[in-house]
């Protein structure tokens, strides 16, 4: 028999401030480190290093290691303003940038970021879809052999993996929830070592290292550049950890947040902004949800599945998404910070070596975005 739901009223919990009380404990946040910095960026990996070489390959996902903990390590110090140790916390890598570089740069820095995470929320589907459809595939060849053709499309997974997050989005604290948390680190943990575990087993079985020093042949040499660009956008992905080092969150929830709390704060009078309704079923736990979150988190996930199912091109996505973000969100902006926190004057030494070095990294920034912008395209048309 069905049973009418009750609906009540009620307030979620914030403190003074307006933002959303965080319960997160300290496995929480080594879990949500641990995802981030082992994410689906490492998928690509392997592919990067094919094109690149067994030179270049290494040598580049060492660059760009030591970047990012050069670039961890700036933003260390710009946690807390005035005092790196003693001052108050920034909540967020938004907020530090208002701090330290005013409400202009804050804009910019907000619209990159949200950009990225957003992207970052397409690339998941694609990932979540190739998996699947790799899964599939290879449970076919088993099956019917190496030679059956064992093609299968990917839009049934992608939207297969929409609706799931539908209702994942609506869970509230979700990045509090420690089980959650620990389960997503040891997923990162676990694909990893399979992706090591089969190359490790390919190599056994050909009984030799294959792959050469110059990479991916190509037939021609406009192409090899394209790949070459394209290789270093997907490792620039597979190190976003500088990002959200100051807001450890797995990557929509930071987007859920503002979006939420700015219409909060805009119309504080308005129902559909600001109540809370209580479900109640019989034999069914208590669900309370909010009519905004249930919208717009809604549209969310229906945007980014759409865009997935339109460009379901993981390796050029991917380095998309690392060129936009490597150099303005990585680079420019810790370093910019860190010259105010310890006052670092224009045209002495260590302002000459850091300048140096975010000039260098918008130039490979630059590079990776027309390398991956063009292999959309070819993708695409192709």
Partial sequence: MAVLPSIEPSNDSCDDNGLQIRTG???????HIITAVIGSGVLSLAWSVAQLGWIAG???MFCFAVVTYVSSFLLSDCYRYPDPVT???????MEAVKTYLGRKQTWICGLLQFVNLYGVGVAYVITTSTSMRAIQRSDCFHKEGHRAPCAYGDNFYMLLFGAIQIACSQIP??????LLSILAAVMSFSYSSIGFGLGFAKVIGNGMVKGSISGVHTSTTPQKVWKVTQALGDIAFAYPYSIILIEIQV????????????CAEKFPNNGFVNSFYTLRFSLLPVVRINLLRLCFRTCYVLSTTGIAIAFPYFNQVLGVLG???????TIYFPVEMYFIQKKIQPWTRRWIVFQSFSFVCLIVTLVTLVGSVEGIISAKLG
């Avoid at 404990?25 to 879990?31: E, F, Q």
């Fill in 25 to 31: 404990t300290l496995r929480t946040g080594v879990a």
């Fill in 251 to 262: 990557y929509s929830q930071p987007v859920f947040a503002v979006v939420e709390r700015w």
């Fill in 58 to 60: 290494p040598l580049s």
């Fill in 323 to 329: 060129a936009l973000n490597f150099w303005p969100l």
């Fill in 173 to 178: 604290d979700f990045h509090n929830m420690e």
């Fill in 87 to 93: 001052g108050a916390r920034h909540h967020s890598y």
